[in-house]
């Protein structure tokens, strides 16, 4: 009745990603506001096409993890973006793990431009195309790591989200192509359906999706 009746378009979508019931668990704060590690996730643009969006978030030494800000800008030039994120991650002094979306090769080299210019701060590359397997069945790792923060909300994990992520994730959808694989929309399509980019989302992704690895290999035992 929930569903098929008062349901919103998301719950009701058998291609949705997130359920809104479960993105709605995802905004009251955590019990516990200690924190074991903070984490980042950026997601580039250049040009001026999308915006720009650097997210943190905090882990909890229980493994919930907690949203903790976040930044939006446009950026015309790597130079504008990487002076942003070098202060950024300078006057906060938290994140451990920088992970970037490098989907349109700009992450490639803003990673070897960020190396040791932000303290003990990790820089990674975050490569949406890359990989074969995964064991979620998803089939790329755009897909993979989508799915991850699909799993992480589902299950009550994430806290303190904003409004405004719930909206930019609320309309996200998932489509199954050959061999039963599991992808997310394209970029494209949802710039057409939505009238924007999801830069918000894709940002989270990839902070979630390194705060993953970070509690399974390093999270205090």
């Known amino acids: 009745y929930e569903?098929?009746?008062?349901?919103?378009?998301?719950?009701?979508s058998a291609d949705g990603l997130y359920s809104y019931a479960s993105l709605e668990r995802c905004m009251p704060k955590h019990e516990r506001d200690d924190y074991v590690a903070f984490v980042a996730g950026q997601d580039l643009a250049y040009g001026?096409?999308?915006?720009?969006?650097?997210?943190?978030?905090?882990?909890?030494?229980?493994?919930?993890?907690?949203?903790?800000?976040?930044?939006?800008?446009?950026?015309?030039?790597?130079?504008d973006t990487r002076g942003r994120i070098v202060s950024l991650v300078r006057a906060a002094n938290y994140p451990k793990i920088l992970g970037l979306d490098a989907g349109d090769g700009g992450g490639m080299t803003m990673k070897s431009d960020l190396e040791g210019m932000v303290g003990t701060t990790e820089v990674k590359r975050f490569i949406p195309s890359g990989g074969t397997s995964f064991p979620n069945n998803a089939g790329n790792m755009r897909a993979y790591a989508s799915l991850l923060l699909s799993e992480c909300v589902n299950d009550?994990?994430?806290?303190?989200?904003?409004?405004?992520?719930?909206?930019?994730?609320?309309?996200?959808?998932?489509?199954?192509?050959?061999?039963?694989?599991?992808?997310?929309?394209?970029?494209?399509?949802?710039?057409?359906?939505?009238?924007?980019?999801p830069d918000l989302h894709d940002s989270l992704v990839i902070a979630n999706y390194y705060a993953d690895e970070w509690i399974r290999t390093q999270m205090p035992k």
């Open 156 to 197: 009550g994990k994430l806290h303190n989200l904003p409004q405004c992520f719930i909206d930019d994730m609320s309309s996200i959808r998932k489509r199954r192509a050959g061999e039963g694989k599991i992808f997310i929309e394209k970029k494209e399509d949802i710039r057409k359906r939505m009238g924007k980019s």
């Open 48 to 79: 001026g096409m999308d915006l720009c969006v650097f997210t943190v978030l905090g882990i909890h030494p229980d493994g919930h993890k907690s949203y903790i800000s976040h930044e939006k800008w446009r950026a015309i030039t790597a130079a």
């Open 3 to 12: 569903l098929e009746w008062e349901g919103v378009p998301s719950d009701v």
